[in-house]
């Protein structure tokens, strides 16, 4: 499956952007996002399961952050409100279809985005 990224931008703390990662093929698969800022290690950032109705949200943009999904258009969203300048990062989406949520927070993927970034000025 390929997975195509787009949304991220410029925006000002306390801003909004939404994510979107299209995927190619059938939409059985479990997506996700991951970001990774310059100089720090990647982070799982939120998980969406194939029916959508079991998602993860990492700590940190929990409340902020929402992760929802259109399996007709194929489709993963991530609703990003209340931006700060640490979300700075560039974002990935992924895609698996049998991967437990360790296991994905691990960077098990089968399959990634080319990333799109995001940058929040304060």
């Known amino acids: 499956v390929q997975l195509q990224a787009c949304g991220g931008g410029l925006v000002q703390a306390w801003g909004s952007l939404r994510l979107s990662c299209a995927a190619s093929?059938?939409?059985?698969?479990?997506m996700g996002w991951f970001r990774q800022a310059p100089g720090k290690e990647r982070e799982a950032v939120a998980r969406?399961?194939?029916?959508?109705?079991?998602?993860y949200q990492a700590d940190s943009v929990k409340g902020r952050f929402t992760i929802s999904r259109d399996n007709a258009k194929n489709t993963v969203y991530l609703q990003m409100n209340s931006l700060k300048p640490e979300d700075t990062a560039v974002y990935y989406c992924?895609?698996?279809?049998?991967?437990?949520?360790?296991?994905?927070?691990?960077?098990?993927?089968?399959?990634w985005g080319q990333g799109t970034q995001v940058t929040v000025s304060s």
């Open positions: 093929g059938r939409s059985n698969y479990h």
């Open positions: 992924t895609a698996d279809r049998v991967l437990s949520v360790t296991a994905w927070q691990r960077g098990e993927s089968d399959y």
């Open positions: 969406i399961s194939v029916s959508g109705i079991r998602t």
